[in-house]
């Protein structure tokens, strides 16, 4: 599913970094406060609604009308449409100068937090949604929340298992030392690229950012960059991320040329073990897994390994959100909205056949996170509470812990495409991390 990058690329855009959506200038203004409340007789919503999603392979498939078929069982009098986007962030932050951009849509990155009252009804208390759905302080504005999450995602290394074996490695590595001996014993064993970049799509480096927290195994790891906190000294959880890859790249253990990478093309290459691992989000496993079956190969043979590091002999996992479902607070049809969005989160099954961790906390891990479950790694909801002021600080420093720019030339640094030394691209980093938050938000 070539839209799936468009997912894994928002959903991290909304879980680590927010712009300010400048394009809205003085938009929104809708009839802030009144409630999407959940409907109390299904048989009682009525009116036709729109629903934006980036999804556009599930809506050209006619997998979203499918959807919405089974929908219409239990909400007979609902006429649901969708509206396939392929630069979802781009094209809704142009709709949403005036009003028309649908009845259920995912909140864009380039949303303030701040601003999501002016824009999105609110769905419930923080009370009352955050006992049953998981991230609900995502979404939270003064004690109200405007979003559901789609769903969520672990982070973690794809990889093939049968390349790996066949250097010799059958147990996760539980340092980085490790995990860069076991990428050089894959190149000096196979002849296989160990670790592939894709540099050139660039979206998959932001992935390294939701490994925030599963290094010190730390739910909070998120909302503590709100500050001059020197994010990338020694010993902190973005300077292991990024020092990992910097180190990878550094030691001639990615491809040769990352400015020819091709996402597409990478799910046949890992599938046919010509590369052996990719940092992705858990979503990615069932695509992975297509691709093995499509060249013929065992799905089996393509599994998933937490960042490697150990916390009192385990590994740890931050789960974090994707997309948040909202209603427009201009929708003429809130309830018939509310109840898409209720439907789809607790009852569409979309979460067990996408294999990625339900928004729904009582809902049991995906099967594809089975290795996680069998070795005991421990999984947890990253925060995103602080969000907002960890926006403001990232923007102010133009940095982007959610854009490619500054990993691209991490690794140029790092294969000496640029100039630079790992200490003096950290310490840069720093410094303006830290100038930044002295005035960010005054």
Do not use: H
């Not at 919503?45 to 009308?65: A, H, N, Y």
């Not at 109200?144 to 973690?156: C, L």
């Not at 909205?337 to 996408?354: H, I, L, N, Q």
């Not at 030339?409 to 830290?434: P, V």
């Amino acid at each position: 599913m070539g839209n799936k990058k468009t997912t894994v690329l928002s959903g991290a855009l909304v879980a680590a970094v927010t712009l300010v959506l400048s394009a809205c200038g003085g938009g929104g203004g809708g009839a802030t406060g009144e409630v999407a409340a959940p409907p109390s007789d299904p048989k009682g919503v009525s009116g036709e609604i729109k629903v934006l999603t980036q999804r556009t392979d599930l809506v050209q498939k006619g997998v979203m009308k499918a959807y919405a078929a089974e929908f219409n069982k239990i909400y007979p009098k609902v006429k649901v449409s969708f509206d396939g986007i392929t630069d979802y962030e781009g094209e809704v932050k142009i709709r949403m100068n005036a009003k028309a951009y649908g009845d259920v849509l995912f909140i864009p990155g380039a949303v303030a937090k701040n601003d999501y009252p002016k824009f999105f009804a609110p769905l419930g208390t923080t009370a009352e949604l955050s006992s049953k759905y998981r991230f609900s302080d995502k979404a939270e504005v003064d004690g109200k929340v405007y979003g559901i999450a789609q769903f969520g995602t672990a982070n973690g290394f794809v990889y093939n298992k049968a390349l790996w074996k066949k250097a010799g490695i059958t147990a996760w590595p539980t340092t980085p030392q490790e995990f860069l001996a076991g990428l050089k014993a894959i190149k000096d064993k196979t002849g296989a690229t160990p670790y592939y970049t894709n540099f050139k799509d660039g979206w998959p480096l932001v992935q390294w950012t939701a490994n925030n927290g599963s290094v010190g195994c730390d739910a909070n790891a998120s909302n503590k960059l709100a500050g001059p906190v020197s994010p990338w000294k020694e010993g902190g959880e973005l300077r292991a991320i990024d020092g990992l890859l910097y180190d990878i790249a550094k030691r001639g253990l990615s491809e040769k040329d990352p400015t020819t990478t091709n996402w597409e093309t990478s799910k046949t290459l890992l599938a046919e073990g010509r590369i052996a691992t990719m940092m992705l989000g858990s979503w990615s496993i069932t695509q992975m897994r297509g691709a093995a079956v499509d060249a013929g190969l065992k799905a089996d043979d393509i599994g998933f390994m937490p960042f490697p590091v150990q916390r009192g002999g385990k590994f740890c996992a931050a789960v974090v959100s994707d997309y948040q479902q909202a209603v427009s607070v201009y929708s003429e049809n809130k309830p018939a909205a509310r109840a898409w969005v209720d439907w789809f989160t607790e009852k569409s099954g979309f979460s067990e056949k996408e294999g990625v961790v339900s928004a729904v906390k009582s809902a049991p891990m995906p099967t594809t996170l089975k290795d996680f479950v069998d070795n005991d790694v421990t999984f947890f909801d990253r925060s995103e509470a602080g969000t907002a002021a960890v926006n403001d600080i990232d923007d102010a420093a133009e940095i982007g812990l959610n854009k490619p720019d500054y990993r691209q030339k991490l690794i140029d640094t790092a294969r000496g495409a640029a100039k630079g030394s790992a200490e003096d691209f950290f310490a840069d980093l720093n410094k303006r991390w830290d100038e930044a938050a002295k005035t960010a938000g005054s």
